[in-house]
């Protein structure tokens, strides 16, 4: 990187370095409509919603409500603490390089991994559940329902899901770029169609036509009329899948055109839209279906995973197709943000030497952690493959596993933002609430749902009922995730020792420093 | 000659095509080099969420890009580097020819192709009909031939479109800067399939184009060494691969953009000049004519 003398090699002096400045950081592009839709686009509800409304109705049942609005809280504390992180070290990175920087390289080892598999868990599910609508959504249009039970058959199945995983890489991969016209459409026509769906839900139950009508009452909003701790914290790391991704919403801050306002607003919007739509969805398919284990029931096993899949058909009739459609596009679009995150933290280990520093390679010509984007992309290919021959219920155990990895993760990165910050707790009085309490709170939970789950899960009769020699398969799965990051840690510590020793990533801990404090306060005032 | 060049860099095989036929055009007419590359502007995104972290370490990664071409370069051209955000690379590309008044963009063809086989890329193809300022496309393997190689001459390709004068303004131009000979074709056809849009460089004919080469030699400046030639074939290809071409040169041709507007400018024709022509293509757009003045 020696530039021969007198030939400037940084940017134009002059205008043209000005205009770099000002563009280099995309700064103010995002506007409050824009954070919104990148926000519900990340969420996805539809898909979320399909994939979890299921298994969190079979532990908790009819208190789901309840669970949605207290899964929200674990959710906000922490994503306050990654809000404080990532406003003092952006860095793609995230979860890893903030762990890092706080406890050191192991755990922020560990906290990476967590993402990665949590992302790549969600990947293949992403892709598992567009598989079953691309089949449904086929039958509704050709009036064949044999069509639709293809999508049961594993090896086409896998196929089809590798096809789209396939397709999604390759978008990734060449950074194409939907327009903001047409995501504004499939997010509005997403919103929209599931209200028409749970409206529709209601009028069946007013009708009388409901498969299990299940008078509302205000006990569904009590968390403790739950009947178990177990079954409170499944419930509760369900609902924190639930919410994830909304944090992208409050962590988008110089990119937004009013750092001051938007970033919160569009935070508060988002959430608000999502929490009303699932309370309204869960509310009408509980009061259609009921959480019994009856053939529409959301507590029956064989629909669990993937409940808008058999209840769309009995509520919305002939036009079961838009829901079919809504959360084919919403799994698209989710399937999208979503490789962005494995990608770009294994970018991050690559760069900081964590990873071999092939992950840290950038594709030239179209400007993505090109091989970061495929490693993802192959290792959620095997793990769904592999998956769906060894499950009962696939998309079931992974939702169930992922909430678990995202307790881990999560849970790690709120007790980081803590302890980054510990010169600066009693700041102020903000400080104390966002940078301690939060946190601290948050990560709490988030640890205790963790160890309550991996407890649990050991039944060989949690989640779908799969095991593994005797033990339940999601703490299998869970077990054996954590242990293969700590093998290929253990391997890449030898390999390469210089992340491990903090030589590319230090520990550090900001001072408390008024003078810092006040810079600090003034850019991200408005909670 | 003072216009410097633009050359639209990426860290590819292309870029490198563009970087090297780049330091031989600057080298020739002494130019200055201006190295571009053009990042993905963030707000034409709306799925993924934005990540500073992200555009800071592709911003690292990019000037470590253009350090490594002002590596290549080295000594043989005086030379900047530039980082540019826009929405696509040609439209950064072009942005920034028109700032630095470019004389021309120059860009890689091939946008990895495979060898031996040209293919017009999509940034040479979104230049081609939006660019006010020339493109020259630097074939694949242009990377390969010594960056010492002196341009030898310059080939131009004239037909009766209006805007012929412009062409050749910028033949001439780029001949006298380098001090070459200047060289003119008609390409003449025979059996052209019907509705093909080769008229730009195309004459019906052969006393048609003797009569073209003759007055296009007649607005030549003296003392410029100037010669012309017919070519003929069965076809584009076969006119092409027949005329006789020197390592060293370039060819120019016009671009039809304002008699089609919305099109893509030349489209199958300069695909087919290409996969023939074993040497640099310059393409001069008609809009220098209203802009004469513009230098």
């Given at each position: 990187m020696t530039a021969p003398e007198g030939t400037p090699l940084a940017p134009a002096t002059g205008a043209e370095a000005g205009g770099l400045s000002g563009k280099g950081l995309s700064?103010?592009?995002?506007g409050l409509i824009g954070a919104i839709v990148i926000g519900i686009s990340c969420i996805a509800p539809a898909y979320t919603l399909t994939a979890a409304l299921g298994p969190t109705a079979s532990e908790v049942g009819v208190q789901v409500p309840a669970i949605i609005l207290v899964g929200f809280i674990p959710m906000l504390l922490v994503a306050f603490g990654y809000r404080e992180l990532n406003n003092r070290m952006p860095d793609s990175g995230t979860s890893f390089t903030w762990a890092s920087r706080a406890f050191g390289p192991w755990i922020g080892w560990l906290a990476g991994w967590g993402l990665i598999a949590a992302t790549v868990i969600v990947l293949s599910n992403l892709a598992g559940i567009a598989v079953d609508f691309l089949f449904l959504l086929i039958a509704q249009i050709t009036n064949n329902a044999e069509i639709a039970d293809i999508a049961a058959n594993p090896v086409v199945n896998v196929i089809v899901c590798l096809l789209f995983v396939l397709g999604a890489t390759f978008v990734s991969y060449r950074d194409m770029q939907t327009t903001q016209k047409l995501q504004y459409v499939l997010v509005g026509f997403q919103v929209i169609v599931l209200v028409v769906f749970a409206v529709a839900a209601i009028v069946h139950v007013a009708s009388g036509n409901a498969f299990d009508a299940t008078p509302i009452d205000w006990?569904?909003?009590?968390?403790?009329?739950?009947?178990s701790f177990s079954a409170f914290a499944a419930g509760l790391s369900l609902s924190i899948f639930i919410f994830w991704g909304w944090d992208v919403t409050l962590t988008m801050?110089?990119?937004?055109?009013?750092p001051d306002k938007t970033p919160g607003r569009a935070a508060t919007i988002t959430v608000i839209t999502i929490v009303v739509l699932y309370l309204l969805l869960s509310i009408a398919l509980i009061m259609f279906a009921g959480v019994g284990t009856g053939e529409l029931g959301l507590g029956n096993s064989d629909i669990s995973d993937n409940v808008f899949f058999h209840l769309s058909g009995p509520i919305?009739?002939?036009?079961a197709f838009l829901v079919s459609l809504a959360v084919l596009t919403s799994s698209a679009a989710s399937l999208q943000s979503t490789f962005v995150s494995p990608a770009r933290t294994l970018l991050a280990m690559g760069h900081y030497g964590a990873l071999p520093p092939k992950f840290a390679a950038v594709s030239p010509r179209f400007f993505t952690p090109g091989y970061a984007t495929i490693a993802a992309a192959i290792v959620a290919s095997v793990f769904y493959a592999v998956m769906r021959f060894v499950s009962v219920s696939v998309l079931t155990d992974t939702i169930l596993t992922l909430g678990m990895m995202i307790c881990f993760y999560y849970g790690l990165t709120a007790f980081a933002c803590v302890w980054y910050f510990r010169k600066q707790w009693f700041d102020s009085v903000r400080n104390v609430f966002f940078t301690f309490l939060f946190p601290l709170v948050g990560g709490v939970i988030l640890a205790v749902l963790f160890v309550t789950t991996l407890i649990d899960s050991m039944d060989p009769e949690y989640g779908s009922g799969s095991s593994v020699f005797g033990v339940g398969l999601v703490f299998v799965l869970g077990v054996t995730i954590i242990a293969l990051g700590i093998v290929i840690m253990v391997w890449q510590a030898i390999r390469r020792p210089a992340f491990f020793k903090g030589e590319t990533l230090s520990l550090d801990a900001p001072p408390s420093a008024r003078r810092r404090r006040q810079t600090a306060a003034n850019r991200s005032e408005k909670p | 000659m003072s216009d410097p060049i633009v050359v639209g860099y990426t860290a590819t095989d292309a870029g490198d095509d563009a970087l090297a036929l780049g330091t031989r055009l600057a080298r020739a007419s002494g130019a200055p080099l201006e190295v571009v590359l053009v990042l993905p502007d963030e707000s034409r995104n709306a799925i993924v969420p934005p990540d500073a972290g992200y555009v800071r370490h592709l911003r690292e990664q990019a000037e470590a890009w253009l350090a490594g071409a002002g590596e290549k370069i080295a000594d043989a051209a005086h030379h900047r580097t530039h980082l540019r955000y826009a929405e696509s690379f040609a439209e950064g590309l072009i942005a920034t020819a028109d700032e630095l008044g470019a004389r021309c963009i120059v860009v890689g063809a091939a946008n990895g192709g495979i060898r031996g086989r040209h293919r017009l890329g999509s940034v040479a193809s979104e230049l081609l009909h939006s660019s006010d300022v020339p493109v020259a496309l630097a074939p694949e393997?242009?990377?390969?031939?010594?960056?010492?190689?002196?341009?030898t001459r310059v080939t131009t390709f004239v037909g009766t479109r209006p805007g012929a004068d412009v062409l050749l303004e910028e033949s001439v131009s780029l001949a006298t800067a380098a001090s070459v000979p200047l060289r003119l074709i008609s390409i003449e056809t025979i059996d052209l399939p019907a509705g093909l849009d080769t008229a730009a460089i195309r004459v019906a004919g052969s006393e048609h184009a003797d009569g073209v080469l003759g007055r296009a030699r007649e607005a030549l400046p003296a003392g410029l060494a100037a010669d012309a030639v017919v070519a003929r074939g069965e076809s584009i290809e076969d006119a092409v691969g027949a005329a006789a071409w020197d390592p060293g040169e370039i060819a120019v041709v016009g671009s039809s953009r304002l008699a089609q507007?919305?099109?893509?400018?030349?489209g199958s024709t300069a695909a087919k000049m290409l996969h023939e022509l074993p040497v640099p293509l310059l393409v001069v757009p008609r809009t220098r004519a209203t802009e004469g003045d513009r230098r």
């Open positions: 700064a103010g592009t995002v006990s569904w909003f009590n968390p403790f009329a739950v009947s801050n110089e990119e937004t055109k009013d919305m009739g002939p036009l | 393997g242009s990377r390969l031939l010594d960056p010492e190689t002196a341009l507007p919305r099109r893509l400018f030349l």
